[in-house]
């Protein structure tokens, strides 16, 4: 649990400039690490880090295929090779490569993937992808994640330079909104209970956190006690606190900036259904692609709010007691 104080404030730094720092400080340190870009560096703060460390930065020009298959050869030689580029291409174009390159042949390769869903803001459309976390976590042994905000970005980051594997990372660029404490350590795999409830249980990851947060306490005044949970790892998803929850409240509503398909509410959706069923919602992109506009129009446009998360709780909460909620693990069901 983590002692919150609301309204949420946001960080100091940019997530791209966390990630260049912490390439930075790697080159510095000597690790094998090396950072491969898609013609994207100033838009991921790299352009510093490649003037004072040209050996360590590769910019492989608007190559997503390429720049992977580049990222397997070097891994093959010792090094760590950390990939980044938007999220839509980190995904969609060069899936067969992260298949082929990365997945099948087991190689130790790091993907950034920014401009997470609505944050890619006046890119529109073409660069706003809803599918990405969808698309890699269906290979066998992809970890899929997205960070939360600056702490939670460092740390996973410098813990990527020594884990070994394919990893995708999904995240904003700019500043997210700051949820953990500076130096907070975070295991993979295992989700972060922000809040605890007892009426409905909220799961949340990416600018949805934050979201989700706000919901908590909105329906916290209306005397309605809502769980908060930061599911950071999509793949391999911490069945256990899903489960706890779910006999708990008896309620789960997800929240997520990507599609409700094949993200996090499917992923939730298939751990219940075999595990604990209870009613649930699914708050995220509905069958659209994205559009120009400012975050704040987007996540309004596209019912990515505390106010959209707060009305899939009050359809939960107006279900006849006990209606779907018997999971029969265990459990404080509604």
């Given at each position: 649990?983590?002692n919150?104080?609301?309204?949420?404030?946001?960080?100091?730094v940019?997530?791209?400039?966390?990630?260049a720092?912490v390439?930075?400080?790697?080159?510095?340190?000597?690790?094998?690490?090396?950072?491969?870009e898609?013609d994207?560096?100033s838009s991921m703060?790299?352009?510093?880090v490649?003037?004072?460390h040209?050996?360590?930065?590769?910019n492989?020009?608007?190559m997503?295929?390429n720049?992977?298959g580049v990222?397997?050869?070097?891994?093959?030689t010792?090094?760590?090779?950390f990939?980044?580029?938007?999220?839509?291409?980190?995904?969609?174009?060069?899936?067969d490569?992260?298949?082929?390159?990365?997945?099948?042949?087991?190689?130790?390769?790091?993907?950034i993937?920014?401009d997470?869903g609505?944050?890619?803001?006046?890119n529109?459309?073409?660069h706003?992808?809803?599918?990405d976390?969808?698309?890699?976590?269906?290979?066998?042994?992809s970890?899929?994640?997205?960070?939360?905000?600056?702490?939670?970005?460092?740390?996973?980051?410098?813990q990527?330079?020594?884990?070994?594997?394919?990893?995708?990372?999904r995240?904003?660029?700019?500043?997210?909104?700051?949820i953990?404490?500076?130096g907070y350590?975070?295991t993979?795999?295992?989700?972060n209970?922000?809040?605890?409830?007892?009426?409905?249980?909220?799961?949340?990851n990416?600018?949805?956190?934050?979201?989700?947060?706000q919901?908590?306490?909105?329906?916290?005044?209306r005397?309605?006690?809502?769980?908060v949970?930061?599911?950071?790892?999509l793949?391999?998803?911490?069945?256990?606190?899903?489960?706890t929850?779910?006999?708990?409240?008896?309620?789960?509503?997800?929240?997520?900036?990507h599609?409700?398909?094949?993200?996090?509410?499917?992923?939730?959706?298939?751990?219940l259904?075999?595990?604990c069923?209870?009613?649930?919602?699914?708050?995220?992109v509905?069958?659209?692609?994205?559009?120009v506009?400012?975050?704040e129009?987007?996540?309004?446009?596209?019912?990515?709010?505390?106010?959209?998360?707060?009305?899939?709780?009050d359809?939960?909460?107006?279900?006849?007691?006990?209606?779907?909620?018997?999971?029969?693990?265990?459990?404080?069901?509604?």
């Amino acid at each position: 649990m983590f002692n919150l104080e609301m309204p949420l404030e946001k960080d100091a730094v940019e997530m791209r400039k966390v990630y260049a720092s912490v390439i930075r400080q790697q080159a510095e340190a000597g690790t094998p690490v090396i950072a491969l870009e898609a013609d994207l560096m100033s838009s991921m703060a790299m352009d510093g880090v490649h003037k004072d460390h040209p050996e360590r930065v590769i910019n492989c020009g608007i190559m997503e295929a390429n720049v992977i298959g580049v990222a397997a050869g070097l891994s093959l030689t010792g090094r760590v090779p950390f990939v980044h580029t938007f999220t839509a291409f980190a995904s969609r174009r060069c899936f067969d490569q992260l298949f082929m390159s990365l997945d099948y042949q087991r190689n130790n390769v790091k993907v950034i993937a920014s401009d997470a869903g609505v944050s890619a803001c006046h890119n529109g459309g073409t660069h706003m992808s809803f599918e990405d976390m969808g698309i890699v976590r269906g290979l066998a042994h992809s970890v899929v994640l997205e960070v939360t905000d600056a702490s939670m970005f460092q740390d996973i980051l410098q813990q990527l330079v020594k884990l070994q594997g394919f990893y995708w990372v999904r995240t904003i660029r700019k500043q997210a909104t700051r949820i953990y404490p500076a130096g907070y350590r975070f295991t993979i795999g295992k989700a972060n209970l922000l809040r605890d409830g007892s009426d409905i249980t909220l799961i949340a990851n990416g600018i949805m956190v934050a979201e989700a947060l706000q919901a908590a306490q909105e329906l916290q005044q209306r005397g309605i006690s809502a769980a908060v949970i930061d599911m950071f790892t999509l793949k391999p998803i911490d069945r256990e606190i899903i489960k706890t929850f779910a006999a708990k409240t008896g309620r789960i509503v997800t929240c997520e900036n990507h599609s409700i398909h094949n993200g996090l509410g499917s992923a939730v959706a298939e751990v219940l259904v075999e595990e604990c069923p209870v009613p649930m919602r699914r708050v995220g992109v509905k069958g659209r692609y994205g559009q120009v506009g400012t975050q704040e129009f987007l996540q309004q446009e596209y019912g990515l709010t505390a106010a959209h998360i707060v009305a899939a709780a009050d359809e939960l909460l107006a279900l006849p007691q006990g209606e779907g909620a018997d999971c029969g693990c265990s459990a404080g069901s509604k």
